[in-house]
Every structure is written in C-alpha cells, then in structure tokens.
C-alpha cells in the first residue's frame, strides 16, 4: 500500500529553534530519506515553500475569489510530503514516529487511494 | 499484428532461457540478469526495425554473453591494476566459446529461476519484481509502470533483491525434497500475487496494469508445461482462467464494478472457461487436493451457471467447508460465510462472520463490513445495512470500491427516505 506522509510545522516555533536543533532535524530527514530510497520504499516527495506564498481560490457561480496566504489561520501548516509504498500500517506509523516533525509538532500517515478494486 | 508485440512476446518467452544458459556458464546471477537486461532491451529497439534475426536465441546470447565477457574482463582489469599484479591474465581463455551457434537449452530453466526470483528470504515486494524481470523478461520501467512506482524505485528494489541473492549465496539449482515442495508453494503465492494485481486493476486507464494478468497466466502456463502432474499448479492456472474470464463483465464503461450477481454473463470469455474448467476437472482428480484447486473448483462452479440464480450453492458451500479445512483464512470465512448466506439465508452468514470480529486481520477490514451490509440488505435490516455500507466505504482504499459502498449506501439511504 502507498502512504503520504503529511509533515506539519509552526514556521516561527521552527525559527526559534537552536542552530542545532535545526540541523538535527534535517539530518534525520536525510538519514530517512535514504534508508527508504535504500530498501526501495521512497516513491518521492517534496517541501513547501512558507505558508505566507500561498493563495486560496475560491469559485462561486462561476466567480473565482484569489486571496494570499492560507485558508486557515492556524499554527501549524504543512510544510512538505513524500510518499513511500510499504508492507504494512504497522511499518507506515514507524517510518512516520522517526520523522523529526513528529518530535516537535506533528505528522500525518494517510493511506493513498488506488484505482484498482474486486466485484464484490 | 504489430511487429513490435510479436518482437515482445518473442523476447518474455526467450528471456528465462537466455538467462539460464549465461547463469551456467558464467555463474553469478546478478551480473548476468543485467547483461541479459541489456540485450533485450538492444533486441527491442534494434528487432522491429531490423527485423527478427533467423535465430533469435543466438542473437540474445550472443549479445548478453559479449557484454557479460566485457564486464568480466573490467573487472579483472580493474582487480589487475588493483592488485598491481604484473603476471598475465589470459583474458580470452575462459571465454572462448562462440555462444551464438548454440541451439536452444533442451532442458528448461525456467522453473531454476522461479525458484531463485521467489526464495523466502527475498520480501514478496522484491520476489514479485525479480521474477517479472528475470522470468517474465520485463524491463524495468515496464513493472515500475504496472506497480504504479518510479522507475528508479523499481529499479532499487530489483538491485537489493539481486545484492541479497549473492549476499545469502541462494544457489542457481532445483531444490530438492521435502524443501522444493515448500518453495513451489512461495513460486506459486508469487504468480498468485502478480495476477490480482494485474485483475484488480484491469479496469478503465490501468490496462497497462492489466498485462499482468496476462504475464501471470503465461508464467503459471509455463510451469503447468513443465510440471504437468502437479495439481496446484494446474488448479491455480484454472482458477486464474476462470476468473479472468469474468474480466470484461466485471466492470462497466464507466469503470464501476459490477457484483458477480448482476455480471452480463455472455460477456464472460467462453473459450477460458472451457479451458479452466477442463484442467480443474483433471487437478481435482490428483491428491492432495490443495487450495488453488478447491478456489478454482469454486470459480468452475459459478461459471457453470448460466444465470446467478442458477448458481449451485450447496456444492460451493461443500467446497468452502473443505477449504476452510485445507487452509483456513479469515477470507476464506467471510466467503464461505457469503455462500452459506446464499444457501441457509442471511442469518446464517451474519452468525459466522461474528468469530472474524475478534480477528485482528479482519475486524478493521472493509471487506468484512461490505459483507456484513450485504447480508444486512438481504435480512431487510436497512439501517443496519446503511450504517454498513458507510463504515466500509470509509475503509476501503480502493476508489471504485469506495463509489460502489456509496452507491449501495445512498440506495438504501433513498429508499428509507421514501418509505
């Protein structure tokens, strides 16, 4: 099964880090990264750039609305994905524990859905 | 026909040979899968233009033994220059003979390498992969696009299960007793595997995805041919026939998956369930009698029906009693308890799926709550049957799935609102 991993952060919290801290957190992203590029897991991902460079769209009758910056005012943005196929759930929420995000604010673990499916 | 499919299917059903001639001549697996890699895929450019040469397994020899030589030699050059060793390597020595006259092997290795791709150490992940490439004579960007993967994911994941194989010593041999039947069990899981991925998705743009049934069916072919008395093998490749028989009425233009119930069941392909049914008529026959083969006598009997109406009930459910004797899985209960359902009314089937509740494998499946909707449905407990429904398309990780649990849903959920 395929997972996306969604990686939640407060860009300020993140700022207010210490230098080390920081670099902490970007090498256990490398060191993750290559395991599962390693045992052929990695299928990709990426980071976002600062919530602050996003714009909402809304359509309404046919009316598109461009605002800047996020939908919602919250602390905690996403800030990147990737995605990896795994055996089972049980290995998906491993991967996601050593995450470093994890450590500091939070991660998501959602299974993709697929186009494939049996009669029942 | 377009000469460059002719030129494919040429190459898959040469491909095991041409590797298991450069494994015994040169040892060294890895090595010698890619070098074979390499001359397919120069025979897939060069063939549809160039035409096929007279004799297609020299040619693949030829070539994959050149560049196998060539590679040998670097590394010999490399070990020289390493080892800063002044004597002589006679280089040619070891590699003089001209492969390209060779005829073709007169024994087949195909079932050798089956065994090799499928060892129990490497991950199904790993074995479904190897055995596409080395067996089915795939490229790697071919099953990454099956599998829905980056090339270079794929291409990883065939490299590691390659280092495993030199890393554990995994021998190029037969297995012998008692431990070859357990290995041809893995080969046949590992075929198993590859059909339902290719099945489950041979609907709307996956056809790409659907070639795997195909390569399935050919492969498990190819070891009937070889092993021709085994009743598993032939019972797994009836049943691979009789339900890909279904394929075209399993799905409407749309791609919403149609229930086996409601199939228009002149779309089923007449020819591979007379073919299915033939062989799994002669497997049942063989002793023991193992799950491939009582799953294939199922599917026979469903598609001996000319309406579902028709369906004989009491002898699938005979079969589900047997199979859950034979190798006992929760999916095989909840099937079995579908059957019964069908048989005795829905209360019976409700009563057994109670025991999967506590089944861990189970209890968050969709599949049992599907089942449960179901049989809920045919009991008239409509609310029940609703609340079903939901859970089970929350579940599901399949999109059509999920639109086929919806649309049962806001059935009922009509229905209610109506009455």
Redesign the interface.
Known sequence: ??YMLLIYQNPAAFQALSEEERNAVFADVDTIMKEL????????GDGLADPSQTKTVRVRDGVPAVTDGPYLEAKEHLVGYCMF?C?SIERATEIATRWPDARHWAVEVR?????????? | VRTDIVVEDLLRRLAPQVLGVLVRRHGRFDACEDAVQEALLAAAVGWPQDGIPDNPYGWLVTVADRRMTDQLRSEQARRRREDRVAAEVPADSSFARAAGDDPPPEHDDTLTLLFLCCHPAL????QIALTLRAVGGLTTSEIASAF???EA??A??IR?AKQRIKATGIPFSMPAEPERAERLRVVLHVLYLIFN?G???S????LQ?GDLTREAIRLTRAVHRLLPDDGEVAGLLALMLLTDARRAA??RSDGA????AE?DRSLWNGEAIREGIALVTDALSRRPVGPYQIQAAIAAVHAEAARAEDTDWAQIVALYELLERVSPNPVITLNHAVAVAMLRGPRAGLDMLDGLDDDDRMARHH?LE??RA?LLEMAGDEHAALSSYRTAARR???????R?LESRAARLGQHARSS
């Open positions: 099964v395929k590029t390693e045992s052929g897991e990695w299928i990709g196929e055996e299974p993709l859905m697929s186009a494939a499916g049996t009669e029942m | 991950s199904p992940a790993a829905l993967v980056p994911t794929m990883q994941r590691r991925e099945y489950s998705a609907s709307g743009p996956d995805r399993r799905t998956l149609v229930p086996l199939q599949r599907a089942v179901h599901t990780t399949s999109l059509p799935e999920r086929y």
